[in-house]
């Protein structure tokens, strides 16, 4: 059974520090990893999709990897910014029928104007 | 421009009270989700829509259902909610079944049982 982790569970940056986050899943036959930002309260805005053939995706200030032979990704986010407080989730699709994504519990980033 | 749109965004509903989430969607996607995700959580798949074919997860429990009437609508019925069910209910739509296809997600509906 797939399982995602996220690490930390929570952070805070000051602004205009770079920081990662960190994304790990424990079957590596997947269709693609996506990165998700969710706001209090609200749904969930796609940030990065990032199939199992490539390596890394980058739009803007973010830039997140994938090595799927050891079940992680990154999420790197450049000079922070207060506007980048939210939920960060990454989620896997099952390499099944459905394209199903199992997510991870997320990371709670807060950036400190 | 709203792409998956969800309402109510906030539902409070009493123990045992049948209640009905809706979703619609103007990107004329084949497949549409729904997930539960409570409050600290990791959304978690309920069940799936591609086109008419209804596809139900195994864990998700007996007292939820959906309806798909067309490709743009899609509602959530729980026949009798009980607190465990107070969560945020997103939908989501995808173009086809293909794992190389993102998902779109509306807002969400949170649902509060008095």
């Known amino acids: 059974k797939q399982e995602v982790t996220q690490i930390p569970a929570a952070l805070s940056v000051p602004e205009g520090e770079n920081l990662v986050l960190n994304c790990s899943f424990t079957?590596?036959?997947?269709?693609?990893l996506q990165w998700f930002r969710q706001d209090p309260g609200k749904g969930l805005t796609s940030l990065l999709l990032i199939q199992s053939s490539q390596r890394e995706q980058t739009s803007g200030r973010l830039n997140a990897s994938l090595d799927k032979s050891s079940g992680r990704s990154t999420l790197y986010i450049a000079a922070s910014q207060p506007g980048d407080s939210a939920t960060y989730l990454c989620?896997?699709?099952?390499?099944?029928?459905?394209?199903?994504?199992?997510f991870g519990a997320g990371t709670i980033l807060r950036v400190k104007s | 421009d709203a792409m998956v749109i969800q309402n109510p965004r906030y539902q409070v509903t009493q123990f045992g009270k049948p209640v009905t989430l809706s979703c619609s969607q103007t990107?004329?996607?084949?497949?549409m989700y729904w997930y539960q995700q409570k409050s600290s959580q990791a959304p978690k798949l309920l069940f799936h829509y591609y086109d008419k074919d209804f596809n139900n997860e195994a864990d998700t429990p007996d007292n939820f259902q959906s309806r798909r009437p067309n490709t743009s609508f899609c509602f959530l019925d729980i026949r009798s909610p009980g607190l465990g069910d107070a969560a945020m209910y997103l939908c989501?739509?995808?173009?086809?079944?293909?794992?190389?296809?993102?998902?779109?997600f509306g807002d969400g509906t949170r649902l509060s049982i008095l």
């Open positions: 079957d590596s036959a997947i269709y693609n």
């Open positions: 990107l004329n996607h084949n497949v």
């Open positions: 989501a739509t995808s173009r086809t079944r293909s794992g190389n296809q993102p998902q779109h």
């Open positions: 989620a896997v699709s099952l390499m099944e029928y459905g394209n199903k994504l199992v």
